[in-house]
């Protein structure tokens, strides 16, 4: 990719904010490729008196990466690891690069970055050095300053300086910061480093001669004040060859964090705490709205009748897992030599995936928090206070008073074995009262941290949150101090103004604050969790940046662009913005707002992976809705969301489908259809099956001894592929059931959902539910075949009846056919009547994204597993059909990148043999597609787990 220079409204509103609480417009956006471009902008920036931001992952909580005039996101092409040195344990890189990429480059030589801030997926290595973050592993290989050896530096001036132990590249500089030195060299030795996790203001103390006059070190934690980080060299530490995690349980807060310090002895890299609340917000996370979310609170130890208030994560490595665990063994008999220090429960955990499962927890804290246990909101800006370890349970018993005193409410997390505490706590914005008590509480929490010796930010800078407090824990002469080294670096305040030095006020600015809800409307979803308010739903988005991991399923647009616009982060800023009607006075009329949300795909990805279940699918079909009232809908809405009553009125008429298939099949008639009908033209035109399988269920005879089982007739396997209800059908009445199919026209409107229509879907999901009443009873199983259509009748249909019970109650009688088999499989009768011959072989699955997001794949798993099936599945998510998205114009080339993430490659190894699972029409449909220029492999097909059942039901073999 090359440099990118964005000026418009689409893009600007996307930066607004980072994962704190602070909103600013920028004048513009940069995505800088080489140094010289990094130098072009500055000089332009300087030449016109633009202030100028350096932007990495955006996973600042303090409001440091944000500005009013140039942002420069160095995520997007400024990102490689330029060398890595295995002998000298350090590694050269510029500054974007991520920091779990460095990772991964320096792993093969058993060496790792030390640094892992739980945004490790996504946060730059660049920001961290600047922010001077930690993470859980500070313990035991420290701050990101402290793994700074060297910085290449771009001044404001233009100039290029490199820092380093001993002084810098400039001699005129290096004079002047001794001089500094030499002037404050007894405050600094009073006030600066006190202890590890003293991050707030400059670190200048590394400029004293027993730190190395390290001038690298003193520049981390400058927050883009002082100058542009364009390369950086870290020190590398060897990466532990075995781990096990300690978890222990305290009957409360206090407890966990009076015991931290003990934990800090050879052999344990981590001592993470959390209060026992977040537990409970997991589990509010895991609701029935919220998809599979996070896993891992099972695995937490048992607690039997008292509660666990507080836990304590604690890493044991070794060089042996038996000297791992031992290490882990004797933290916990540590324990026990001290009664004060009692433990409810713990436990010792060695399995890796077990291990992941439980950090996943800790690293999603900070978007879990967010939301606290009776579902209401917290907030990020108190959010990094840290004190000395042996004073942190009276620090945080303090807090706590403080925050009873505010009927304020909060769940704390942190790096408990260095006095760390991040906390999200349920300030409201919305009112000017709210606001004042903000305000109140800030000022005191501040003086309560200096009181007990500590610092206002113990990782991730100060930024706009704290910069205004320092005055709390400095002197005069420290505060200084730091005007002068701003000055030696940057004496015209280009660079990030407002932040550390003259700093602006911390309650300036908010994002959530008054004035966010000139263009909300009232929602068609009822929003049960966020209060029926689209603004809160998108306020969910506090920007911890998750949707930017390359690893989950989360955001695939943004997986193949890097283009925060086209990341869930990205898109709830810019919905932000058009509520707020500055950026976007057009409201929901603005064209900028829909292409910002033109590319995601409604996969429901971050309804499960995003940590506080933003639903952008949800959110795009509101705004489609409201933004079609006012312009003209594209040709694609009508011929792709009206396409299950278009085949259903096809079906109505005796072999009208087979005179529409030979049509359409003739070629100039084909791209004229596609050309009307407003979609890509090099896609397979849809051929319908002969008849409905409606018209031939009725035809089929019933086990009528058996229970009864509904099979919906879904458009897709109805009117498209109604081979797959018909092979459904022969596997339902060979488990034993008499299976009924609804007539008449039955849908659940996802068409129509996805592509903004709602008034229409909800017209027909409450004709559906009539039409379904005869079998709606609570109880009575409803097999779903298609993936989308059973997460829409599950979850979108309920809110959109939000007065119906009956929606309700038919939501709960929703499976899949992998659920239902699995279900029967595990009941008392299943071993009796299980009719399928073992395959014993191997398959491949693409899980439907909303399978995958909303209702997991275990049941289609474990019915596999009981055939003999040795299950691999795409990582990727989403196919990248995404039912109409796919077809729209202008999607057809990133559809078939998604696709070549992964999906393709592995089907192109495949043998034809091996059977490639696929439960989604569309699906199935990408597989096709993707693959039909290919002589080798266009015959390669995806099939539903119906055709791979009904292939080993015994009679048909």
């Not at 592929?721 to 849908?747: H, I, K, N, Q, S």
């Not at 997460?791 to 709960?812: D, I, R, V, Y």
């Not at 209702?855 to 798993?861: E, F, L, P, T």
């Amino acid at each position: 990719m090359e440099a990118r220079f964005r000026t418009d409204s689409t893009t600007r509103g996307a930066y607004t904010s980072d994962a704190g609480i602070f909103r600013r417009v920028p004048a513009a956006v940069f995505e800088p490729e080489t140094n010289e471009d990094i130098l072009e902008a500055v000089s332009y920036a300087r030449e016109n008196g633009i202030p100028v931001t350096v932007r990495g992952g955006g996973t600042s909580v303090a409001g440091n990466a944000i500005g009013e005039g140039l942002v420069i996101d160095v995520s997007t092409n400024f990102n490689k690891v330029l060398e890595v040195d295995p002998e000298a344990h350090t590694a050269r890189i510029q500054s974007g690069v991520i920091c779990d990429d460095l990772r991964d480059a320096v792993a093969s030589y058993g060496l790792t970055y030390g640094p892992d801030p739980s945004t490790h997926s996504r946060c730059t290595v660049g920001g961290m050095i600047a922010n001077n973050a930690c993470g859980s592993h500070s313990v035991a290989w420290g701050t990101a300053a402290e793994n700074v050896v060297e910085l290449t530096v771009l001044r404001a001036d233009g100039s290029l300086i490199t820092l380093q132990r001993g002084g810098t590249s400039d001699p005129e500089v290096t004079e002047q910061l001794r001089q500094l030195r030499d002037e404050w060299i007894a405050d600094f030795r009073l006030e600066l480093g006190q202890f590890p996790r003293q991050v707030s203001g400059y670190g200048l103390h590394y400029l004293l001669d027993e730190n190395g006059f390290d001038t690298a070190k003193a520049f981390a934690g400058s927050e883009g004040t002082l100058g542009i980080i364009v390369e950086a060299v870290v020190k590398l530490v060897p990466l532990p060859t075995h781990r096990a995690l300690a978890v222990l349980a305290f009957p409360d807060i206090f407890s966990a964090a009076a015991a931290a310090p003990l934990t800090r002895r050879p052999g344990i890299t981590t001592s993470e705490g959390m209060g026992g609340d977040l537990i409970d917000a997991l589990r509010i996370s895991q609701g029935p709205d919220a998809g599979s979310s996070l896993p891992g609170a099972e695995i937490l130890p048992e607690t039997g009748q008292r509660a666990a208030g507080g836990w304590l994560y604690c890493e044991a490595v070794g060089n042996s897992a038996e000297q791992a665990r031992q290490r882990a063994e004797d933290l916990l008999a540590e324990f026990g030599k001290h009664p004060e220090h009692a433990t409810v429960a713990a436990v010792v955990v060695e399995d890796p995936q077990e291990m992941r499962a439980l950090w996943k927890i800790r690293e999603a804290s900070a978007g879990l928090v967010t939301r606290l246990p009776d579902g209401g909101e917290a907030w990020p800006s108190w959010e990094d206070s840290a004190v000395p370890p042996q004073n942190l349970a009276d620090y945080l018993r303090d807090l706590y008073a403080l925050l009873d005193k505010y009927e304020l409410r909060g769940i704390p997390f942190g790096h408990f074995g260095e006095g760390c505490v991040h906390i999200r706590i349920s300030f409201n914005f919305g009112t000017e009262e709210g606001m004042d008590v903000f305000r109140a509480f800030i000022k005191e929490a501040s003086a309560i941290v200096a009181k007990h010796g500590g610092s206002l930010s113990g990782e991730h800078g100060d930024g706009r949150a704290r910069s205004e407090l320092l005055p709390v824990m400095y002197s005069e002469r420290v505060l200084a101090s730091f005007r002068r080294v701003k000055d030696i670096f940057d004496p015209n305040n280009l660079l990030n103004p407002g932040i550390l030095v003259d700093p602006e006020p911390f309650d300036q600015g908010i994002r959530p604050a008054p004035g966010q809800r000139k263009h909300e409307f009232l929602p068609m979803h009822s929003l049960p969790r966020d209060k029926g308010s689209l603004v809160n739903a998108v306020n969910r988005c506090v920007g911890v940046g998750q949707c930017r991991t390359s690893t989950d399923a989360m955001c695939p647009s943004f997986q193949i662009t890097g283009d925060e616009v086209h990341s869930t982060r990205g898109r709830a800023r810019v919905l932000s913005e058009m509520f707020r009607g500055e950026l976007y006075p057009e409201g929901t009329g603005s064209q900028e707002v829909k292409e910002a949300l033109d590319l995601c795909l409604s996969c429901h990805a971050c309804a499960s992976e995003c940590p506080v279940n933003v639903d952008m699918s949800t959110y795009k079909s509101e705004f489609l809705h409201q933004h079609h009232k006012q312009h003209r809908r594209p040709m694609a809405h009508y011929s792709m969301g009206w396409l299950p009553l278009t085949s259903n009125l096809l079906h109505r008429v005796p072999g009208l489908a087979r005179v529409a298939n030979a049509v359409l099949g003739v070629e100039p008639i084909k791209r004229l259809v596609m050309k009307l009908g407003g979609v890509e033209a090099d896609r397979s035109m849809i051929t319908f099956s002969p008849r409905s399988f409606q018209s031939e269920a009725k035809k089929r005879r019933e086990a009528s001894d058996g229970p009864t089982v509904v099979l919906w007739p879904d458009s897709f396997t109805n009117h498209l592929d109604a081979e797959v209800a018909r092979d459904a059908f022969d596997v339902l009445t060979a488990l034993g059931y008499r299976v009924v199919v609804p007539g008449g026209f039955v849908c659940c409107g996802l068409t129509w959902h996805s592509t903004g229509q709602l008034t229409v879907a909800k017209k027909v999901i409450e004709h559906t539910v009539k039409q379904m009443q005869p079998w709606i009873d609570g109880h009575t199983p409803i097999v779903v075949l298609e993936p989308s259509c059973a997460s829409m009748l599950a979850k979108e249909g309920p809110q959109l009846l939000s007065e119906s019970e009956l929606a309700a109650t038919m939501a709960t009688q929703i499976k899949t056919l992998g659920e239902f088999v699995e279900a029967h499989a595990s009941s008392a009768d299943g071993e009796h009547t299980w009719p399928f011959a073992q395959i014993d072989g191997q398959a491949l699955s693409q899980v439907h994204c909303h399978e995958r997001s909303r209702r997991a794949h275990g049941g289609s798993a474990s019915v596999l597993s009981r055939l003999g099936v040795d299950e691999s599945t795409i990582q990727t998510g989403c196919c990248g059909l995404a039912g109409n998205w796919g077809f729209e114009p202008g999607h057809g080339e990133m559809s078939r990148q998604l696709g070549e993430r992964e999906l393709f490659p592995r089907v192109r190894e495949l043998d034809d043999a091996t059977p490639i699972l696929a439960d989604g029409f569309s699906c199935r449909t990408q597989i096709r597609d993707g693959l039909k220029d290919e002589p080798e492999h266009r015959h390669k097909r995806g099939i539903h787990l119906a055709q791979l059942l009904k292939s080993a039901l015994r009679s048909s073999r």
